[in-house]
């Protein structure tokens, strides 16, 4: 079906148009959910929403949005534990990790095939001094731990997460913030258990710093589209969204692949990031690049070619725009957008 475009009249008429490529798809806000759960964590980064063939019998339902909560109630970053669940209207606690698992970051996903992926890059105090490579943690429809899968030479501060989800088999593309690189892990879930195939770094060479503000700043959120096998990526400290071709099957590492889009004018530290339904990407903006305080906290719109189409501000302070998810729910398209500084999310719907 082909995506389309609404506009909401003055009369509260609903008016819709076939969405063309590099036609705006960015809406206008609809819903808020805080994201703060009872233990009181703040910093959501992570969005991701359950597909809808995603097995029945456990805590979430087809359509429910999952949030992952970076810093604690202290607001340290890399010390939030909790992932919290949009069902039904209302918020609540999906999951709580434990031990040494904290700092729930940027790399969430649903898969079809029954489980949870979430990143952890957690840090003893906050700071960037003590942040520890982390681990992908995997979790089952219930929210019970499956899998806590560490290898530093592999992942080194889980950032941003693209998905490939072919029900049993799955690729996840994971942006490592401590290297810059890029790793595509190949996992099957055959059986109903999750098994790590094979890892290959397929990109790197980005820059990235320490960052009193935002902790780390590197290479962030990825997009793939499996059609071409291209993979896109956000490298905050470049300001700009690089293109590595044939990720999905490469063995080797493709460096940074090459620059499709670098424009001072509307990426202000370019940070998560999805496909639109028309095929364009949008982009959060953590304003900890190249910052404009007359642009504040932006998703910005542009298409694979590098041509700016839209821009739209979650929150009027710098700093709030983080994760982002443009999916397809019963028969609408919805964004859902974390907003930062408010500690919620902000969703938007739009029929086709």
């Known amino acids: 079906m082909k995506p389309f475009t609404c506009t909401l009249l003055a009369s509260l008429a609903l008016t819709c148009q076939p969405l063309a490529h590099g036609q705006a798809f960015l809406p206008s806000p609809v819903q808020f959910f805080s994201t703060v759960p009872a233990n009181g964590d703040l910093n959501p980064y992570g969005v991701a929403t359950v597909p809808w063939n995603f097995p029945a019998g456990g805590l979430l ?67 960037c001094a003590t942040a520890g490579a982390g681990s992908l943690v995997i979790l089952d429809k ?35 913030v401590l ?39 590197g290479p962030a959120g990825l997009a793939y589209n499996k059609a071409t096998g291209v993979l896109y990526v956000a490298s905050t400290e470049d300001n ?49 690049v190249n910052s404009d305080p007359t642009q504040p906290s932006e998703i910005v719109e542009f298409t694979t070619a590098g041509q700016f189409v839209k821009q739209l501000s979650v929150n009027p302070n ?6 982002i998810e443009a999916v397809a729910v019963n028969g609408s398209e919805r964004l859902s957008a974390v907003d930062d500084s408010a500690n919620g999310l902000y969703v938007w719907t739009i029929p086709q």
């Open 61 to 127: 339902n087809p359509g429910d949005i999952l949030v992952s909560n970076f810093n604690s109630s202290q607001n340290l970053q890399g010390t939030g534990t909790t992932i919290v669940q949009i069902t039904g209207g209302q918020q609540q606690l999906f999951y709580q990790a434990g031990g040494t698992v904290s700092g729930l970051s940027g790399v969430l996903a649903v898969l079809s095939s029954g489980y949870v992926v979430v990143g952890a890059f957690p840090t003893a105090d906050g700071t």
């Open 240 to 288: 700009g969204i690089y293109a590595v071709s044939n990720a999905g099957q490469t063995t080797s590492d493709q460096g940074k692949g090459t620059l499709i889009y670098s424009d001072t004018t509307h990426l202000h530290g370019a940070l998560e990031m999805t496909t639109a339904p028309n095929g364009d990407l949008l982009v959060s903006n953590s304003d900890v």
């Open 179 to 217: 290297n810059a690189t890029v790793v595509r892990i190949d996992l099957w879930t055959l059986h109903g258990a999750p098994n790590i195939q094979s890892v290959v770094q397929i990109a790197s060479g980005y820059s990235w710093r320490c960052d009193p503000a935002a902790l780390v700043v």
């Open 318 to 323: 710098q700093g709030a725009s983080f994760g």
């Open 142 to 176: 219930n929210a019970n731990v499956v899998l806590n899968w560490t290898a530093a030479a592999m992942i080194n501060g889980p950032w941003g997460m693209a998905v490939d989800d072919e029900g049993e088999f799955v690729r996840l593309f994971v942006s490592n």
